[in-house]
């Protein structure tokens, strides 16, 4: 996710290559990114001194991070994690300091710069101006500022939402084939119908529902599915989906 944050950044014009320090646990990583995207690589220390600081790990390898970053950083600067399920309030206990702290959940898309991310800020004690940090965020796609307490029912809908939709996908190019059809056939035609349907929506701006009403005519194919779908409780199993997300991510917190 770091990486394809990273290369949207540079690819949109939004962050230049010079403007950019990485740094890595793994030697071999930091390398990688260096050569890359051909920025520069520094120690911990150093990129903690950056403006903006992004803590792109995974839960159980920030500690160490967030140890070296103790006393480092100050209120004219932000640190912007990615890191699920940790909270403002942990990081700012661990790593002092005041400066702001913007916890996000971004998703898979952002390396198409495609990403629907929920943002929850505290300013600090500074003066750092945090639309720059919607600017980055917007660099990836979509941004919504949240206050933190939605930040699990976030990951829930948008941070794992892509794989509702690849599922989805899966399973409609599955049913065509079982049934018959080609898999070059199924595949092309199930993918271009998610990406079409996801286009209209945005495009056009119009309510999901209607869009459904407006495809469902009374005793055609649509409403023959759709009506088979909520005799299986389709509805009931995507709320209890979400609310299985949400509530693993409370239990991730901390």
């Known amino acids: 996710m770091g990486q394809a944050m990273l290369r949207a950044w540079i690819d949109s014009d939004t962050l230049k290559p010079s403007e950019i320090i990485v740094t890595d646990r793994e030697p071999e990583k930091a390398a990688d990114a260096v050569e890359s995207f051909r920025v520069a690589g520094g120690t911990l220390e150093e990129v903690g001194r950056s403006e903006v600081v992004v ?6 390898d920030s500690d160490a991070v967030l140890s070296g970053l103790a006393g480092v950083m100050n209120g004219s600067q932000a640190l912007l994690s990615i890191a699920a399920g940790l909270t403002i309030g942990s990081i700012r206990k661990r790593i002092g300091g005041n400066p702001a702290i913007v916890r996000v959940m971004p998703n898979l898309a952002a390396q198409v710069r495609a990403a629907a991310s929920g943002y929850a800020v505290e300013a600090g004690a500074g003066d750092f101006d945090t639309a720059g940090i919607r600017k980055l965020l917007e660099a990836i796609g979509e941004a919504e500022e949240v ?23 899966e399973l409609l190019e599955r049913a065509a084939v079982e049934q018959g059809l080609p898999e070059d056939v199924a595949r092309k035609l199930a ?18 529902a209607d869009l459904r009403k407006a495809v469902s005519s009374p005793g055609g194919t649509t409403l023959a599915a759709l009506t088979e779908m909520d005799t299986a409780g389709f509805a009931d199993i995507i709320a209890r989906a979400v609310d299985a997300a949400r509530r693993r991510a409370g239990e991730l917190a901390r």
């Open 55 to 60: 803590l792109a790990v995974k839960p159980q």
């Open 147 to 169: 206050d933190e307490k939605w930040m699990d029912l976030v990951t829930a809908v948008s941070g794992s939402g892509p794989a509702y939709f690849f599922y989805l996908t």
């Open 191 to 208: 993918r271009e119908t998610l990406w079409g349907a996801a286009k209209t929506i945005k495009e056009t701006g119009a309510e999901p």
